[in-house]
């Protein structure tokens, strides 16, 4: 059971957007990682996805499973792209200043085992379908984890889209 959340740090995104939030020189002082991230991209859709790109720089070697839901429809697939599928975030044409929340759990980020990652993703739009859904991921890699990289699938984060990394002690 977790027994302190510590705040390590945190991503703003400016008025020019941003291809990327990215986290460098993760600190090796803890036993998980939580991610917080709240996230609008730029395409002209009412939604998009988003993606865990690359942690340590590597881009491949994940794996996942998503089960989602749109408010009548449950279904669970696995996704086609390479990255590791977080979850949906309104677009241009969703309702105006809605974002994401996307929660992102990796325990035992310093194992030299493959890393479990847990993401909890909801994204509203009052206009067309709202997602909310759960992705059970696996990066299939022995280092320990020091840089994480996001990104949408298209376009750019907008202003004011956040992301914020919290180390977890287990006593």
């Known amino acids: 059971m ?3 959340y510590t705040f390590i740090s945190s991503v703003t995104v400016g008025s020019g957007g941003a291809a990327t939030i ?3 020189s993760i600190p090796a002082t803890y036993t998980d ?3 917080n991230l709240s996230t609008r991209q730029s395409p002209a859709s009412a939604q998009d996805t988003t993606f865990i790109y690359s942690i ?3 881009t491949n070697a994940f794996t996942d499973k998503v089960l989602r839901g749109d ?6 697939f696995v996704p086609s792209e390479t990255p590791l599928y977080i979850g949906q975030s309104p ?3 969703a309702t105006a200043n809605t974002f994401a929340s996307h929660l992102i759990y990796i325990p035992n980020y310093l194992s030299s085992n493959n890393k ?3 993401i909890d993703s909801v994204q509203e739009n009052n206009i067309a379908a709202a997602y909310m859904g759960f992705t059970s991921g696996i990066w299939a890699n022995s280092s320990a984890i020091t ?3 996001f990104t949408p699938n298209t376009g750019t984060f907008v202003q004011y889209s956040t992301a914020y990394l919290y180390g977890i002690s287990n006593a």
């Open 2 to 4: 977790p027994s302190a």
């Open 22 to 24: 990215d986290f460098t």
């Open 33 to 35: 990682l939580l991610f």
């Open 56 to 58: 340590n720089g590597v």
């Open 71 to 76: 408010g009548s429809t449950a279904s669970s």
């Open 91 to 93: 677009c241009a044409t």
């Open 116 to 118: 479990s990652i847990g």
């Open 147 to 149: 840089s994480i990289s």
